[in-house]
């Protein structure tokens, strides 16, 4: 079956960095997205990978190693704003997106 | 704001009624998306739709039944619902289905049925 693993919930602190792992074993590949959503809003798109390598946009970079079935969300000076879910979603060989179930990020003073 | 809109924002009903969901877009996009997002769950893909055809029924009972009238408007038709049924449903869209296209969502209707 197709499964994207990533951590259930994970607390920071303002100003500092965070990396939030995602891996994933699906049937073929056609590129990962990274969405932030806020409670009780619609999630956004945040990155696109489908390349092996790092994107960086802002205070926000998103790896990918296709080869390990890796990927991971950094984010940089942290504020509380960011305080949300993270969803790591894979396209498959039918471009069908696979999604994980998020990861919860707690933002500390 | 994403350009996708969705009504209502929350809604109660109970197992006998029957209510409709409603999303537009605003994006000129021609794919649309219907998800159920459980607490803690990945998100479920329900329908797609392409150019106004479905394209894709994930195993969703009758009891959710889709209509899409144009490119644009996205409709879920509930009827009979179960307590389980309660979730978040997300309406979404992308330029076309079949590539590799960034999908824009609406905030969702958070749906509770009693």
């Known amino acids: 079956g197709q499964n994207i693993d990533q951590p259930t919930e994970m607390t920071a602190t303002e100003g500092a960095i965070v990396q939030i792992n995602c891996t994933y074993q699906?049937?073929?590949?056609?590129?990962l997205f990274w969405y932030q959503q806020h409670a009780g809003e619609a999630p956004t798109f945040l990155s696109y990978n489908v390349l092996d390598g790092l994107e960086e946009k802002g205070r926000f970079s998103s790896f990918l190693s296709r080869s390990k079935g890796y990927s991971y969300l950094l984010l940089k000076e942290l504020q509380m704003k960011d305080s949300a879910s993270y969803l790591c979603?894979?396209?498959?060989?039918?471009?069908?997106?696979?999604w994980g179930a998020g990861t919860k990020l707690i933002i500390k003073p | 704001e994403t350009g996708v809109t969705q009504t209502p924002r929350h809604l109660v009903m109970g197992m006998t009624n029957k209510k409709s969901l409603k999303c537009e877009q605003h994006?000129?996009?021609?794919?649309m998306y219907w998800y159920k997002q459980s607490a803690k769950k990945p998100l479920e893909l329900m329908f797609v739709?392409?150019?106004?055809?479905?394209?894709e029924n994930n195993s969703v009972p009758s009891r959710f039944s889709p209509e899409c009238p144009n490119s644009s408007h996205l409709f879920l038709h509930l009827h009979t619902l179960q307590p389980e049924d309660s979730a978040l449903y997300l309406c979404?869209?992308?330029?076309?289905?079949?590539?590799?296209?960034?999908?824009?969502f609406g905030p969702g209707t958070r749906l509770l049925v009693l």
């Open positions: 979603a894979v396209q498959d060989s039918n471009y069908q997106l696979i």
């Open positions: 994006l000129g996009h021609n794919a």
């Open positions: 699906t049937s073929g590949f056609n590129g």
């Open positions: 739709y392409n150019f106004k055809e479905q394209t």
């Open positions: 979404a869209s992308s330029p076309l289905r079949g590539e590799a296209e960034t999908q824009y």
